[in-house]
């Protein structure tokens, strides 16, 4: 185990443990909410990159599955204001602000959200913003597949996609960890982040 690097710049020790029973879920790690010209911006949001690649390094070097999570919306959907939903344009299927940022490191499959017109906060699960119905996305099929007992979630948004990723994965049975520095929120009202992390630790989520 490497230590945790102190004084010059960004923390980047190992804050998770990784063996071939865990699986790193990367969240929305996209143009439109990490880069500054994206269309919903989370603020800091590339500054989590680092922090979720050497996560990615230290996952991929024990034998752990890294899986990411890609919002994937059509151009119209009621997930958007436009539509008579919440929230600005964003993640636009094969547009840029979909894509995941140009220096996150793939190392694993990709599972898209929201392909149908849902509301896809959470990796796991979508729902029909209009019947209400939830079906699941691959994600946990592939945990299933891998035998994967343990979740470690990092990514964006900590107040939506990585909070509901975090709580689905927790219903589903994993012991489940969220990195706090590999996160940042959306933040409509202020403490939104703050508030999803106490809702995690609440449900049985290890805050590290
Ligand atoms: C997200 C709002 C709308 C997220 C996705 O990735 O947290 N937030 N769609
Ligand atoms: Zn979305």
């Not at 929201?114 to 796991?124: A, H, Q, R, T």
Request: glycine share 12%; proline share 6%; with cysteine.
């Amino acid at each position: 185990m490497r230590a945790r690097t102190g004084g010059l710049g960004p923390t980047l020790g190992v804050v998770a443990s990784y063996g071939p029973g865990t699986a790193l879920v990367v969240v929305d790690l996209q143009n439109d909410f990490a880069d500054p010209q994206g269309s919903l911006t989370v603020a800091g949001g590339l500054q989590v990159v680092p922090v979720v690649n050497h996560e990615v390094q230290e996952a991929t070097a024990a034998g752990a599955l890294v899986a990411y999570t890609q919002d994937w919306h059509p151009p119209n959907t009621p997930h958007f204001a436009k539509d008579g939903g919440r929230w600005p344009v964003h993640c636009v299927r094969g547009t840029w602000g979909a894509q995941l940022v140009p220096s996150l490191v793939v190392a694993g499959p990709v599972v898209r959200k929201g392909v149908g017109g849902e509301d896809g906060y959470s990796g796991f699960t979508v729902r029909d913003p209009v019947t209400g119905a939830v079906t699941q996305t691959q994600l946990a099929d592939l945990l299933q597949e891998r035998s994967v007992a343990k979740v470690v979630v990092v990514g964006l948004a900590t107040d939506y996609c990585v909070k509901e990723t975090a709580l689905d994965a927790v219903r589903l049975g994993f012991a489940t960890s969220v990195v706090a520095a590999g996160v940042r929120a959306v933040d409509l009202a202020p403490g939104d982040g703050a508030r999803a992390l106490e809702e995690l630790a609440q449900a049985g989520v290890e805050v590290i």
